[in-house]
């Protein structure tokens, strides 16, 4: 059982399903301030932006991969593995949509290598690369749950714009297909559950999932302030 202080508040959470229900319920995504999902879905971005994704994405997803392997290997609970392990394999398969993508937008292998990457696109997986070697493994699952469904709507409505409003094919838009789809969250809740019950949920489980949030923003408006 965790506590949670919000000023005078304190909550007691004794189900990881209310542990998720109560940090994505706070910790909302401040979607009416993304500057640029909004553009895409009316067609009003420019086409280059999705060159951009691309080669972010390729390295954000390299980094992500090997933070979650991390992870892995740090998790005394099997569950906790098992999530991490999951989601090492969703990484390597997202890795394969990419090149698809890169090539849609113009961009071959040197293109893809030569671009320079900016500093607010790669926060996310800087902090995330910090998580995976210094946080408690069931402190990230928390935050990476929270972070999941604004992702995968995000990405939802790419892939829809991306043919309705761009005429994309469908093997273009493969990557966010593949993030938009729903995410089975039995092992998360298991490997939380187990968490809770051990004592192992902490308030930086809070920290992490309201500084992922920020990052997810940060990565949509440093696209858009850029193009």
């Not at 971005?45 to 994704?53: E, Q």
Request: proline share 4%; aromatic share 12%.
């Amino acid at each position: 059982m965790i506590t949670s202080t919000r000023g005078s508040e304190k909550q007691m959470t004794r189900s990881a399903r209310e542990l998720f229900d109560a940090v994505q319920t706070e910790l909302a995504p401040r979607d009416d301030e993304n500057q640029l999902v909004p553009l895409i879905a009316e067609g009003k971005a420019p086409r280059s932006v999705f060159a951009a994704i691309a080669a972010e994405e390729l390295r954000i997803v390299r980094s992500d991969w090997r933070s979650v392997l991390t992870l892995a290997s740090r998790s005394e609970d099997k569950s906790a593995r098992a999530f991490f392990a999951g989601l090492a394999q969703g990484e390597a398969a997202a890795l394969e949509q990419l090149p698809a993508l890169a090539a849609a937008t113009g961009l071959d292998d040197a293109a893809l290598e030569a671009y320079q990457p900016l500093a607010g696109c790669q926060g996310y997986p800087a902090y995330f690369a910090w998580m995976a070697l210094n946080g408690e493994p069931a402190d990230v699952i928390v935050a990476l749950i929270t972070n999941f469904a604004a992702w995968g709507r995000y990405c939802a409505t790419i892939a829809t714009a991306m043919r309705e409003k761009y005429g994309f094919e469908d093997e273009a838009c493969g990557f966010f297909d593949f993030f938009a789809a729903p995410f089975d969250e039995t092992e998360a809740v298991a490997a939380i559950q187990s968490a809770i019950d051990a004592g192992k949920v902490t308030d930086a489980a809070w920290t992490y999932a309201r500084h992922f949030q920020s990052f997810e923003l940060m990565f949509w408006n440093t696209l858009a302030q850029a193009e």
